[in-house]
C-alpha cells in the first residue's frame, strides 16, 4: 500500500509561470489537505478538499492559487503567475472517508517550489 | 494572533539521554494537541497526541504531557537515539479540519 504520492518532489519555476504540484493519496484515502511549509518554519493549512469538494480554503491566499480533487485522479495545488515568495514546501496529506481523524492523516515527503 | 511556538529552537543531546521539547499554546480552547517528526527531506510524521481532557499520556519510549494551566505541552523522548535527530513540531486541532503547527525544535544526537 504506498503512501501518499507527490509529484514533482522539486519543481523549478520563472517568476509569472504556472506551478501544477500533484497529489495521489493513500489508497482508500477521500480526504485530501495541502499545506506550505517556508524555511525553518511549520506548516501552515491551506485547503481541505474531498472528492470534487472545497471544503475549508481559509488557508488559500486570495488570488493565483486554486486547489481541485477531481473524482478521477490525483488532487492539483495549482499556482499562477508564481512570484518568488511561492517558493516553499508544498505538503499533502490524505486521511480515510468519514470524521476527521488526525491520528490516520499521512502526509507525502512534499514537493519543493523553486520560483527563480 | 493565536499561535503554538517552541520555546528552543535546536536541541543537542547525547545518545542514551533523555530528551525534552517544549511548546506553548496560546489558545485556551484548544482541545486536542499531536507531536510529529519530521526528517529533511520528508513529510511529518505522527508521533503521539494528546487530548485535553489528559494531562500525560505515553507512547514507545516517548511521553506527551499537558498542563492546560499554562498553555505547555511538552514531548519527552527515553534514551534518545541516532534515529531521533529530526524536527519536532507541536500542532493544535483547530476547528474540526485543520491542524496550526508550532515553529519547530531541531533535535540534534550526538555519539
Known amino acids: 500500500n504506498a503512501g501518499v504520492m507527490q509529484n514533482p518532489r522539486h519543481l523549478v519555476r520563472r517568476r509569472g509561470q504556472e506551478a501544477r504540484l500533484r497529489c495521489s493519496p493513500m489508497?482508500?484515502?477521500?480526504?485530501v489537505y495541502w499545506y506550505r511549509q517556508l524555511p525553518e518554519e511549520g506548516l501552515k493549512f491551506m485547503v481541505y478538499?474531498?472528492?470534487?469538494?472545497?471544503?475549508?480554503e481559509s488557508g488559500m491566499p486570495k488570488e493565483r492559487f486554486s486547489a481541485e480533487f477531481p473524482k478521477e485522479g490525483p488532487s492539483i495545488l495549482r499556482i499562477q503567475q508564481v512570484v518568488r515568495g511561492d517558493s516553499a514546501a508544498y505538503f499533502c496529506?490524505?486521511?480515510?472517508?468519514?470524521?476527521?481523524?488526525?491520528?490516520?492523516?499521512?502526509f507525502g515527503s512534499g514537493t519543493q517550489l523553486s520560483v527563480l | 494572533g493565536e499561535s503554538v511556538g517552541l520555546h528552543l529552537p535546536t536541541l543537542s543531546v547525547q545518545e542514551g539521554d533523555n530528551s525534552i521539547i517544549n511548546c506553548a499554546y496560546s489558545?485556551?480552547?484548544?482541545?486536542?494537541f499531536i507531536w510529529y517528526k519530521q526528517e529533511s527531506g520528508k513529510g511529518p510524521q505522527f508521533i503521539i497526541d494528546?487530548?485535553?481532557?489528559?494531562d500525560k499520556r505515553q507512547g514507545q519510549r516517548v511521553t506527551v504531557l499537558l498542563n492546560k494551566t499554562v498553555k505547555h505541552l511538552s514531548l519527552q523522548i527515553a534514551a534518545t537515539q541516532p534515529g531521533d535527530s529530526a524536527v519536532y513540531f507541536c500542532?493544535?486541532?483547530?476547528?474540526?479540519?485543520?491542524?496550526?503547527f508550532g515553529t519547530g525544535t531541531r533535535l540534534q544526537v550526538f555519539p
Open positions: 500542532a493544535e486541532k483547530r476547528g474540526t479540519d485543520k491542524l496550526i
Open positions: 494528546i487530548r485535553s481532557n489528559m
Open positions: 478538499l474531498q472528492k470534487e469538494n472545497i471544503i475549508d
Open positions: 489508497k482508500g484515502h477521500s480526504h
Open positions: 489558545n485556551s480552547a484548544s482541545d486536542y
Open positions: 496529506a490524505s486521511s480515510p472517508a468519514g470524521q476527521v481523524n488526525f491520528e490516520k492523516l499521512f
